[in-house]
């Protein structure tokens, strides 16, 4: 199918949304969340917004006296993945409205932008965590980390390619691409920095980052939600599009991701962090890739790979657990988070 940027005003669109459709529909581009085809979309949208949070509000003042305390490897690991990170959410602050354009039904442009606003809250947090627990010094080194990494700069590189193909050449092909990448960003490229926080939390450090880590992910749990309802709404509308071929392209999109991913993260971690092999990090990678793949009706990659290696990482990253604040010590519950059922989404 040929694909076009929806017009800012279509006085000629459909308004039934019986006629509707993901990508390549007529579209006036007006919001009415009284007059959906996307249900999911609009339950979405209501998670999203009362997931809102503010990085301020979680206090960093232990932290900056446990970043001192870390040793060498881990503060390495720290301001590495930091790097990583702010990079991820700055890219998808900036690209996500490049699909936005080509997306065709209302209410899913509704909760992308809301998902570009999240990234931006993202962003902040990690400026948060900087300003709190380092040096203006480090903190600037970590911004430009990528500039003396060539494993950090190698993974830069090969997201921004996978989303400037599509800006280049925006056809339907490369929006399929770009949704897989999207998918893949927000379901396998954070993990490796996510345990690595995690670690660093079972041992009663740095606390209050992994309690932003801890929002950041329940929002990116969202958003791999939101590509997964794309992807699926796609293929159902234009199942002409998923040859065999361009289905064994994306799941090679995956394969690649998951060996760049499992390399990041044995080369931040290298068996130097306490709960964190080489070997279980990969099972980890691999058994996300699976997970993720399932989602989408898709052939897993890892049939060996059959049981989750890192069950206290999910664990740990529980919201809806009750946890004791470490400076008030007293007990406190998330309760924003307490109406998450992912696979309703």
């Known amino acids: 199918m040929e694909l076009h940027k929806k017009k800012l005003f279509n006085e000629h669109g459909e308004r039934d949304w019986g006629k509707r459709r993901i990508i390549g529909g007529n579209t006036t581009n007006l919001i009415e969340l009284n007059n959906v085809k996307y249900d999911w979309a609009t339950k979405m949208y209501r998670t999203m917004m009362n997931n809102f ?3 301020e509000e979680i206090p960093l003042a232990q932290d900056a006296k446990d970043y001192k305390q870390l040793s060498d490897v ?6 590495k993945i930091i790097s990583f990170l702010i990079f991820l959410d700055s890219l998808q602050t900036a690209n996500l409205p490049n699909i936005n354009e080509y997306i065709t039904a209302p209410e899913v442009n509704l909760i992308l932008t809301v ?19 380092c040096s203006a010094e480090v903190r600037d080194r970590i911004y430009n980390e990528w500039r003396n990494d060539k494993h950090l700069l190698l ?32 379901g396998i490229y954070f993990y490796s920095g996510f345990s690595f926080f995690y670690a660093l939390g079972r041992q009663g450090k740095m606390l209050g980052t992994v309690s932003e880590i801890k929002y950041i992910q329940r929002d990116e749990l969202t958003h791999l939600a939101l590509f997964q309802h794309i992807f699926r709404e796609v293929r159902r509308e234009n199942p002409e599009l998923f040859t065999p071929a361009m289905i064994e392209d994306l799941r090679q999109m995956m394969k690649t991701a998951v060996e760049h991913e499992i390399a990041w993260g044995q080369y931040i971690t290298n068996n130097q962090i306490a709960g964190i092999t080489n070997d279980v990090l990969a099972q980890y990678i691999q058994y996300l890739a699976n997970e993720r793949l399932k989602k989408l009706d898709l052939d897993i990659l890892y049939p060996e790979v059959t049981e989750h290696p890192m069950k206290w990482v999910e664990h740990f990253s529980n919201m809806n657990a009750m946890k004791t604040d470490f400076f008030e010590q007293k007990v406190t519950n998330y309760a924003k988070s307490s109406n998450l059922n992912w696979d309703e989404l």
């Open 155 to 186: 993974r830069n590189r090969f997201i921004t390619d996978l989303y400037e193909r599509f800006i280049a050449e925006p056809n339907s092909q490369n929006l399929l691409r770009t949704i897989m990448a999207n998918y893949i960003l927000e």
């Open 74 to 79: 881990e503060r390495q690991s720290f301001d």
């Open 53 to 55: 949070w503010i990085p």
């Open 115 to 133: 998902h570009t606003f999240q990234e931006a809250v993202h962003s902040q947090s990690y400026s948060y965590i900087l300003d709190s627990v």
